[in-house]
């Protein structure tokens, strides 16, 4: 009788465990750091765009990048619209890139913005910055609590209050 009792203690032990690692893999999200990751594509509707960072740390489902840099284009005839920032979320399936700290979005034509907080949908070639916006060209100085831009830096959005300062040439 006692070696069926510790035969039973023994078989629900063994299950409990079995159960306890079970649950604990399940619940427990797998993530696997990846040095220099980069990440392209050419699109059929000849959208491009690069990102690479320094260090990646990917889940099932995004890459959390740090020191990110970027490279965009939504068409043959766009310009490049660079991006640097300290840290980013990115969504390859989504083409989706939350981006944080220190965040610079700059052309060859001299535009900068720069936020403290951003999203890109690479999809619909929207640009959502918000907290601290500034934006310089050569036409001016402008900032603003938030901004949206669209159609590859050509329709720029102010939103909340919003400081401009235009450069006179005359």
Known sequence: ?????????????VILVLCLTTFISISDELIVEIDNPKFSEKGLNDRIYEIKAKKGLKSDEYLELFVVEGKFKSNDNGRWIYLEADKGKFSQIKKFIELEENIYFYTDEGEKIKSDHATFDMRNDIIMLSNNVSHESSEGLIHADSSIITDNFNNIKYLGNVLSVIENDK
Do not use: E, G
């Open 1 to 13: 009788m006692l070696i069926n009792l510790y035969n039973i203690n023994l078989y629900f032990s």
